[in-house]
């Protein structure tokens, strides 16, 4: 009988030995899972910040499933690989911004995944050169990929400055060819058709416009302008000043022009202001411009306005 519980005991001493064993091993596979899975998360979030801190946009986009919702700071929230890359076209044509990462927190459940961080923002204003900072908290979710790497599926960015909006300092996007629709607009006499071309890189837009006038051949006219900035020329006819700025939200822009001559020792002012503004999702395009002359002058027809309506081909 002691030999039976001596037995037992040394039974009983070895099954704890090797429980103990057993949960020491299971024990560091779990943190040896957890090492390699904070690695991968590591490694997503250096590919992230050099794409970024490169302006490399199909590298970032490689971080991102196709279906990502995307929820940017102040600002409305979309979702879609190819929206999100237009995201970035504007943010990285307007901004050359410095971006740092740091990751606060993660957790694993099976294949998906969530990290919470800081973001700190450093850059300059390519029109400008102002520079701008910005700071903030976001949280990504992630789920895991047939080769074991992890993919954002959901991405939330909250600024610690509420009235920062980057992208609110951002133009729509104007470009494209634009033909005048005549029944719906305002136009200067004698016009049969009208075509705009729009490139627009940013805030800068180089528009090239062709009218077909009756009884006469097109005429063909470009410009150029850089939004939030004014220049000045001299000419042979006086001082030319044009001013662009954003004028109601960022499918809005205002081009004023003014000619200071002078006419038997007296000055004269031309002005003129035109705005641009997009409708019907980025179809319809309105240019709604005005006319103020010097007093004396000729009353141009419509009493110098005009109302051009043109729609996207």
């Known amino acids: 009988m002691k030999l039976f519980k001596k037995s037992c005991i040394i039974a009983f001493l070895l099954i ?3 429980l103990g064993a057993c949960q020491r091993n299971r024990q560091y596979s ?4 957890w090492i390699a899975e904070n690695e991968k998360i590591g490694t997503w979030f250096e590919n992230y910040t ?3 801190n490169s302006a490399d946009i199909e590298r970032i986009l490689f971080c991102y499933s196709d279906d990502i919702c995307y929820y940017p700071a102040n600002q409305p929230y979309f979702s879609g690989k190819e929206n999100l890359r237009k995201w970035f076209i504007s943010y990285f044509n307007y901004f050359s911004p410095t971006e740092n990462f740091t990751l606060l927190d993660f957790k694993v459940y099976g294949d998906f995944a969530y990290v919470i961080g800081k973001y700190s923002l450093n850059g300059t204003t390519k029109q400008t050169g102002e520079e701008f900072k910005d700071n903030g908290k976001f949280t990504n979710f992630f789920i895991r990929q047939s080769d074991c790497t992890w993919i954002c599926t ?4 909250n600024s610690d400055n509420q009235i920062f909006d980057i992208h609110s300092q951002i133009l729509d996007d104007f470009s494209g060819t634009w033909i005048l629709d005549l029944s719906k607009s305002v136009s200067q ?3 049969i058709s009208s075509k705009l071309v729009i490139n627009q890189k940013g805030n800068n837009l180089n528009i090239t416009r062709t009218n077909e006038i009756k009884d006469k051949g097109p005429e063909k006219s470009s410009f150029s302008y850089t939004i939030g900035s004014e220049t000045q020329n ?4 006086g001082i030319f000043t044009t001013t662009s700025t954003l004028s109601s939200g960022k499918q809005t822009f205002t081009i004023n022009e003014m000619l200071i001559s002078e006419k ?3 000055k004269q002012e031309f002005k003129r202001a035109t705005v641009y503004s997009l409708s019907a999702k980025g179809g319809i395009l309105n240019i709604i411009s005005d ?6 002058s000729v009353t141009p027809p419509n009493n110098g306005h005009t109302e051009m309506i043109y729609t996207k081909l």
Do not use: C
């Open 291 to 296: 006319d103020i002359l010097p007093k004396g």
């Open 50 to 52: 050099e794409a970024i």
């Open 189 to 191: 006499p004698g016009i």
């Open 154 to 157: 959901q991405s939330l960015w």
């Open 234 to 237: 001299k000419l042979k006819s």
């Open 264 to 266: 038997n020792g007296t």
């Open 30 to 33: 779990q943190l040896k899972a």
């Open 16 to 18: 704890v030995i090797i």
